[in-house]
C-alpha cells in the first residue's frame, strides 16, 4: 500500500510550500497594519492610564500573538530552497 506522498515532486512541494509562506506572510502583514492603525489608540487608553489586570490580559494577549507570529517566521523563511529540494528528493 502506497503513502500518500508517492507522488509529490519537488516542483509540487516548491508551489505548495511558496503558498504556504504567502499566506502567513499576508496575516503577518495584517497583524502588524492593525497593531499600528490602533497604535495611537493604546498609547491614550491603556499605556497613558493606571495599570489594571485588565491592562495585563490586554498586553499578553495583543502582544503574545505577535510574539508568536515574529518567532514562526525563521521557520516559514529560513530554509533555503536548495534544503527543501535535497530532503524531497532523499526521501523518494
Same mark, same amino acid.
Given at each position: 500500500?502506497?503513502?500518500?506522498?508517492?507522488?509529490?515532486? +519537488?516542483?509540487?512541494?516548491?508551489?505548495?510550500?511558496?503558498?504556504?509562506?504567502?499566506?502567513?506572510?499576508?496575516?503577518?502583514?495584517?497583524?502588524?497594519?492593525?497593531?499600528?492603525?490602533?497604535?495611537?489608540?493604546?498609547?491614550? +487608553?491603556?499605556?497613558?492610564?493606571?495599570?489594571?489586570?485588565?491592562? +495585563?490580559?490586554?498586553?499578553?494577549?495583543?502582544?503574545?500573538?505577535?510574539?508568536?507570529?515574529?518567532?514562526?517566521?525563521?521557520? +516559514?523563511?529560513?530554509?533555503?530552497?536548495?534544503?527543501?529540494?535535497?530532503?524531497?528528493?532523499?526521501?523518494?
Amino acid at each position: 500500500m502506497g503513502s500518500e506522498f508517492d507522488n509529490l515532486d +519537488y516542483s509540487t512541494f516548491a508551489f505548495d510550500h511558496r503558498i504556504t509562506r504567502s499566506i502567513f506572510l499576508s496575516g503577518l502583514v495584517i497583524l502588524i497594519y492593525d497593531h499600528l492603525l490602533t497604535l495611537n489608540a493604546e498609547i491614550k +487608553y491603556i499605556w497613558s492610564s493606571k495599570l489594571r489586570p485588565s491592562t +495585563y490580559w490586554f498586553c499578553a494577549v495583543r502582544y503574545l500573538g505577535l510574539a508568536a507570529m515574529l518567532a514562526i517566521l525563521p521557520y +516559514y523563511f529560513g530554509v533555503s530552497d536548495h534544503e527543501l529540494q535535497s530532503t524531497v528528493l532523499s526521501e523518494h
